[in-house]
C-alpha cells in the first residue's frame, strides 16, 4: 500500500488517509447544513483560497516573532517524549492541526536523539465519531511496538478532541487486549489544561495555526464519509500548490535546533487541573454573558478563534488587547468579514470567537 504524504516528504509524514474528491460548498452553505443538523462536520468541506498578501505577512510577522521561542519548545517537547517513551518512537498525529507538530517533533527526536528509531504517522479523530480504527489496525501489522505510539495535536482548548482520544483508546483497548495503546496526549499550546506532555498553557499563536492546507501538507481537514470503508478520507487542495509553506514552515523552525538545547519544564498536574478549570469558568461565563446555548460555538484561544474566522460564519471576535501582535490576524479577518469586535482585558485567553446562528 502506498501512503499518503501530501506534500510532505515520506520520512517526515504518512498520512493514514484516503484522498477523495467530494463537492466543496461555500461557507454560508456549509454552515447552514451544520446548523440544520442533517449533517455532521465530517461530511462536508468548504473550498479552501489562497491567504492574501496582506494576512501572509501577518503569517510571517508572526514567525519572526516566535519560530526561535517555537522551535525551544519542541525541542523540550522532544526530550519528554525521549524520557516518557524510551528509543522507540511512533508519533501518530491528530490530522491536520497536529500534523506540522508532528513533523517538527519527529525532526526534533531524530536530530537530539538519534539512537532513537522514529515514525510518524498522522491519523483522523472526529469528534462524536472517534478516531479511526482503521489506522490503528494498519498500526497493529507494521510490528510496531503499541508502547511506542504516542498521539500528538497543536493545542488544546476546550478539551473535546483530548476527551475523544481518550474514550476511543479506552474502547480500543477494550476490543484488542493483544495491541493496547497509552492514551496521553503531547500538544504545543495546552490552554485547555487536558493534555499530558505540554510546552505551554500560553494562549500564542502558533503560526501554523492561523493558516490551512498550505501549511499542513496541502490536505483538507479530515472527512467520515459512511459510504466509504477504509481509513477516514481528505481532500487535496492541489489548487494551492503554488502557495504551499507546508516544508518551509518546518525547515524555518528545525532548522534552529543546532542553535539550542532542550531544557526541563515544570508543568505540574496541578497546573493543568487549574487550567481546566479556568477554561471552563470562562466558556461558561462567555456562555452566560452572551446567551449562547450551544457550547460548541464557542471556541476559545487564538488559534480555535481562528478556525471560525477562515472557515465558519463568525457573530463575535473577542480579543483581550487589540494592540497585542497576537491577534493582528484575527482583527484583519473581522475587518474583512465585517465581524465585530469586542475587547475584554479581564479574560484569562488572548481570543474566542462565537459562531452564528445561521439557522
Not at 484522498?19 to 461555500?26: F, G, H, K, R
Request: aromatic residues 6%.
Amino acid at each position: 500500500m502506498t501512503l499518503l504524504t501530501g506534500s510532505y516528504a515520506a520520512e517526515d509524514c504518512q498520512f493514514l488517509l484516503q484522498a477523495v474528491d467530494v463537492p466543496m460548498l461555500s461557507v454560508e452553505e456549509k454552515e447552514q447544513q451544520l446548523q440544520k443538523g442533517g449533517r455532521h462536520y465530517s461530511e462536508i468541506l468548504s473550498a479552501e483560497s489562497a491567504p492574501s498578501e496582506q494576512y501572509l505577512q501577518l503569517f510571517h510577522r508572526l514567525m519572526q516573532q516566535y519560530k526561535a521561542p517555537m522551535a525551544q519548545q519542541i525541542a523540550n517537547l522532544a526530550a519528554m517524549v525521549r524520557d516518557f517513551k524510551g528509543a522507540e518512537v511512533t508519533i501518530v498525529s491528530l490530522a491536520r492541526a497536529g500534523t506540522p507538530v508532528g513533523v517538527m517533533l519527529t525532526r526534533a527526536l531524530r536530530y537530539y536523539y538519534p539512537e532513537c528509531e522514529v515514525r510518524h504517522y498522522s491519523i483522523s479523530i472526529v469528534r462524536d465519531k472517534g478516531i479511526d480504527t482503521e489506522a490503528l489496525h494498519y498500526l497493529k501489522k507494521q510490528n510496531i511496538s503499541p508502547d511506542s505510539i504516542l498521539f500528538v495535536d497543536g493545542w488544546t482548548a476546550k478539551g473535546v478532541i483530548t476527551r475523544e482520544l481518550k474514550a476511543a483508546v479506552y474502547h480500543w483497548n477494550q476490543e484488542n487486549p493483544d495491541f493496547t495503546l497509552q492514551d496521553q496526549l503531547c500538544v504545543i499550546s495546552d490552554i485547555g489544561g487536558t493534555a499530558d506532555l505540554v510546552a505551554t498553557h500560553e494562549d500564542y499563536a502558533i503560526p501554523s495555526g492561523i493558516l490551512n492546507s498550505t501549511v499542513s501538507g496541502l490536505i483538507s481537514r479530515s472527512l467520515l464519509l459512511p459510504e466509504i470503508s477504509g481509513f477516514h478520507q481528505c481532500a487535496i487542495y492541489g489548487h494551492l500548490a503554488k502557495d504551499d509553506l507546508s516544508n518551509w514552515f518546518v525547515d524555518q523552525i528545525s532548522v534552529l535546533f543546532g542553535q539550542l538545547a532542550p531544557e526541563t519544564i515544570d508543568l505540574k498536574p496541578s497546573n493543568r487541573a487549574a487550567q481546566a478549570k479556568l477554561m471552563a469558568n470562562y466558556v461558561a461565563r462567555v456562555m452566560r454573558e452572551h446567551q449562547v446555548g450551544d457550547i460548541n460555538k464557542v471556541k476559545p484561544g487564538i488559534a480555535e478563534a481562528t478556525r471560525v474566522m477562515l472557515r465558519r460564519i463568525p457573530r463575535l471576535l473577542i480579543v483581550k488587547n487589540k494592540d497585542s501582535a497576537d491577534v493582528a490576524h484575527l482583527l484583519e479577518l473581522a475587518l474583512e468579514k465585517q465581524v465585530p469586535v469586542l475587547e475584554d482585558a479581564t479574560m484569562p485567553l488572548n481570543a474566542t470567537a462565537l459562531i452564528a446562528n445561521v439557522v
